[in-house]
């Protein structure tokens, strides 16, 4: 079983930013693709970025093209979120994912295991 752990959410300015990281247990961390995904309240689950096992392809959404940067460290078998310029569009609760296979995916059912979610609040 695997447990994927988020921190790092909070509450910032517009124009400000944060750094979401997410742990995941276990010891398979480096042969999966890992994602974030987003929801807002009333929304459905929106895909924001993916990057392969090794860390060497990355898929953005347009939306967070630019602002946001994910990285991984598979020694520390962490996956993390930098989100600059952020807005009060990107209000959310922020989850991350493990994908089932080694590349790049967008799709939540292309993931078998989440975490629990952390919030990140942008005020205008």
């Known amino acids: 079983q695997v447990q994927l752990v988020e921190s790092g959410g909070g509450l910032v300015q517009a124009g400000g930013s944060l750094r979401l990281s997410c742990t995941a247990s276990?010891?398979?961390?480096?042969?999966?693709?890992m994602g974030w995904f987003r929801q807002a309240p009333g929304k459905e689950r929106d895909f924001v970025v993916a990057?392969?096992?090794?860390?060497?392809?990355?898929y953005y959404a347009d939306s967070v093209k630019g602002r946001f940067t994910i990285a991984r460290d598979n020694a520390k078998n962490t996956v993390y979120l930098q989100m600059n310029s952020l807005k009060p569009e990107d209000t959310a609760v922020y989850y991350c994912?493990?994908?089932?296979?080694?590349?790049?995916?967008?799709?939540?059912?292309?993931?078998?295991?989440w975490g629990q979610g952390t919030q990140v609040t942008v005020s205008s």
């Open positions: 990057i392969s096992w090794s860390g060497g392809s990355t």
């Open positions: 994912a493990r994908a089932s296979s080694r590349g790049v995916r967008t799709r939540p059912h292309d993931y078998d295991y």
């Open positions: 276990g010891r398979t961390f480096s042969s999966y693709a």
